[in-house]
């Protein structure tokens, strides 16, 4: 028995001793794959979970790709977007105007952790599942491909108020979302990469139609800003939707950068690309090269993955934090 023993001691002796001097310092690929307290399947179950979704609706993907964005840009990638009011927090992330209603892929996430706690219950965070989701979205909307290191725990405060000064708006100029990325340690390059997850998903006309009445921004191909009068109506009783990207709307590719170009972005914040040398030079350069554009964004959402602390839980739902007994 003891050199069974002795054997299983030395096995772990290396993860007892790296979780010691770096769990708290960074994260790894595969982490739910090493040392003692485990889940090996974690990625395989987010994976599945995700592509359910998608085969259901796209929109998912878009949704969970958006979230990490929005997670990450407040207080880290902590999970603090997926918070529900409670008595104790009646204003949390979730119910700012950014957010409410909006943001979307909820039931995705939920899903995924109601299996892993059942798998592996009290181990994988909430955090990592929405870091794993959109690394998913990603794969199949788009065939991107990269490995996202895990480890990240899940916060505890979470304050509407602070996703409007966080995150960057859409009538925002270019310095300004630079200034928001940089605040985040990201880079203008990170800015033109990231902003490509605009040829997915969906906007409310309520996002963009200061741009289309009373006149058409000048910045707008006039011909395009006409056609979005159609689909979002002045004094319409309901928020339409429309495609972010008309041309390939549920491919996460280039046509982002060609839309831009054409001054058919809907967004002012997309349009702003083309003021600066060199945003101009990398959205061409993306625009051209399909798979420099792949390769970058998977880079700059790793790096998005790593803004935030290390304080935290691993929560047992992810609409609330654990209780404290
Ligand atoms: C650069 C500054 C950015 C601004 C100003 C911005 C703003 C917006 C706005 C206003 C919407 C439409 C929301 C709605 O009305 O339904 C939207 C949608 C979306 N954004 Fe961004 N965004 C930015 C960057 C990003 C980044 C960095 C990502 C992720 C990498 C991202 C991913 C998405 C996705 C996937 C959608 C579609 C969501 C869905 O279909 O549910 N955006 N964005
Ligand atoms: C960008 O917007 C900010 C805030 O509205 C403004 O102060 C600044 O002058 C603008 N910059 C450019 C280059 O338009």
């Known amino acids: 028995m003891g050199a069974r023993n002795t054997y299983q001691i030395l096995a772990f002796l290396p993860c007892i001793l790296l979780f010691g001097v770096m769990s708290t310092t960074s994260l790894e690929v595969g982490y739910y794959t090493k040392c003692a307290k485990t889940c090996p399947q974690a990625e395989i179950i987010v994976k599945a979970v995700v592509h359910k979704y998608i085969a259901m609706d796209p929109g998912f993907g878009a949704g969970v790709i958006r979230m990490f964005f929005h997670d990450c840009f407040v207080r880290g990638c902590d999970a603090s977007v997926l918070l529900d009011p409670s008595p104790q927090n009646p204003n949390p992330e979730k119910l ?11 039931e995705v996430i939920d899903e995924a952790k109601e299996t892993l706690e059942r798998v592996c219950p009290g181990v994988v965070s909430c955090a990592d599942i929405i870091a794993f989701a959109a690394r998913d979205a990603s794969y199949f909307l788009g065939g ?14 979470s304050i509407a108020d602070e996703v409007l000064k966080s995150l960057p708006a859409p009538f925002q100029n270019l310095t300004v979302v630079n200034a928001l990325f940089a605040a985040q340690g990201l880079s203008t390059d990170d800015v033109v990469a990231l902003s490509g997850a605009h040829s997915i998903g969906r906007s409310h006309c309520s996002s963009f139609t200061t741009r289309l009445y009373p006149t ?54 997309d349009w702003s690309l083309l003021t ?23 880079e700059s959402m790793v790096k998005m993955g790593d803004i935030g602390g290390t304080q935290g839980e691993i929560r047992k739902t992810c609409r609330a934090v654990n209780y404290n007994y």
Not at 276 to 296: C, I, Q, V
């Open 144 to 157: 991107i491909s990269y490995e996202i290191p895990s480890g990240r725990l899940d916060g505890r405060v």
């Open 276 to 298: 600066s040398g060199e945003t101009l030079n990398l959205l061409n350069d993306f625009r051209t090269k399909p798979e420099l554009f792949a390769a970058k964004f998977g």
């Open 216 to 269: 058409i921004d000048p910045t707008m191909d006039q011909g395009f800003g006409s056609f979005l009068r159609t689909k979002c109506p002045q004094n319409a009783n309901e928020d339409g939707v429309v495609p972010q990207d008309f041309v390939t709307p549920e491919q996460l590719d280039n046509q982002y950068y060609q839309n831009v170009a054409d001054l058919k972005g809907l967004f002012f914040s």
């Open 96 to 106: 700012s105007v950014v957010n409410n209603p909006s943001l979307r892929g909820f």
